[in-house]
C-alpha cells in the first residue's frame, strides 16, 4: 500500500496522559501536514512539516501540542497531558515537491479521552 | 470566520442525473482549488483541482468550474451513481501561506438508484 499511513486507527486516552499519533507519508512525498476535524465541525490545519523542518505551525495549539517530523521514520503529532476537548480526529496528509500538488490523505487516527 | 463556504449541507440526486456542487471563499489570495470525497471512517480523497489561471478543468466524469470574479467555484458529477453518494469538501490554497488547505465544511451528496 503505497498511501499515506496513520496509525493508529483509533486511540483512547485517560486525561492527562500522552497520546501519540503517527503518520508515514506516500512514498517520494517530503512535505506533511496534520489537519484536525472536531465532532460537527471541518477540518482545520495544525501544522506543515518537511523533513527535519517545521514549516507552519500556526493552526497548533500553543500548549501540550508538538510535532515532529525526522529524517527517518514517521512524523509524530503529540499531545501532552490530554483533556476531553482534544477528543477528534486527525488527519495527516502528504504531497510532493513542487507548487499545486494536491495533498493526499491517510485515514485518520480518532482520539477519544475518558 | 469561514474563508471557504459550501451553502448546501446536502444534495440528493438521481441516479444518471447530474450532481452540481458549489463552493464560495472570501480570499482573493486563493490561487489553487481542490475537490475531495470522504466516506465515514475514512480520509479524504483527493478528485480533482483547479489552478487560478484557469476556468475549468475536466477529468473523467468530474468536472470543476472556477469563477474568479464571483469567488465561486463548482464540481459537477455526470453522470451521477450510487457509490458517489459521500460528503464532498471544497478546500482552497493560498500558495503564500505554506500551502495549508483552507476547508468547507462540506456537502453530503446522496445518489438515489
Known amino acids: 500500500n503505497a498511501g499515506v499511513m496513520q496509525n493508529p486507527r483509533h486511540l483512547v486516552r485517560r486525561r492527562g496522559q500522552e497520546a501519540r499519533l503517527r503518520c508515514s507519508p506516500m512514498k517520494g512525498h517530503s512535505h506533511v501536514y496534520w489537519y484536525r476535524q472536531l465532532p460537527e465541525e471541518g477540518l482545520k490545519f495544525m501544522v506543515y512539516?518537511?523533513?527535519?523542518?517545521?514549516?507552519?505551525e500556526s493552526g497548533m495549539p500553543k500548549e501540550r501540542f508538538s510535532a515532529e517530523f525526522p529524517k527517518e521514520g514517521p512524523s509524530i503529532l503529540r499531545i501532552q497531558q490530554v483533556v476531553r476537548g482534544d477528543s477528534a480526529a486527525y488527519f495527516c496528509?502528504?504531497?510532493?515537491?513542487?507548487?499545486?500538488?494536491?495533498?493526499?490523505f491517510g485515514d485518520g487516527t480518532r482520539l477519544s479521552i475518558l | 470566520d469561514q474563508q471557504v463556504k459550501q451553502n448546501s449541507p446536502s444534495l440528493s440526486v438521481q441516479e444518471g442525473r447530474i450532481s452540481i456542487l458549489n463552493c464560495d471563499y472570501t480570499?482573493?489570495?486563493?490561487?489553487?482549488f481542490l475537490w475531495y470525497k470522504k466516506y465515514p471512517a475514512e480520509g479524504p480523497t483527493f478528485l480533482i483541482s483547479?489552478?487560478?489561471i484557469k476556468d475549468k478543468n475536466e477529468d473523467g466524469r468530474f468536472t470543476v468550474f472556477l469563477n474568479k470574479s464571483a469567488k465561486h467555484l463548482s464540481l459537477h458529477i455526470v453522470p451521477s451513481q450510487p457509490g458517489d453518494s459521500a460528503v464532498y469538501f471544497c478546500a482552497a490554497v493560498n500558495a503564500g501561506n505554506n500551502r495549508k488547505l483552507i476547508w468547507g465544511l462540506g456537502t453530503s451528496l446522496a445518489v438515489n438508484p
Open positions: 480570499n482573493s489570495m486563493f490561487d489553487y
Open positions: 483547479i489552478s487560478s
Open positions: 512539516l518537511q523533513k527535519e523542518n517545521i514549516i507552519d
Open positions: 496528509a502528504s504531497s510532493g515537491q513542487g507548487s499545486n500538488q494536491p495533498q493526499h
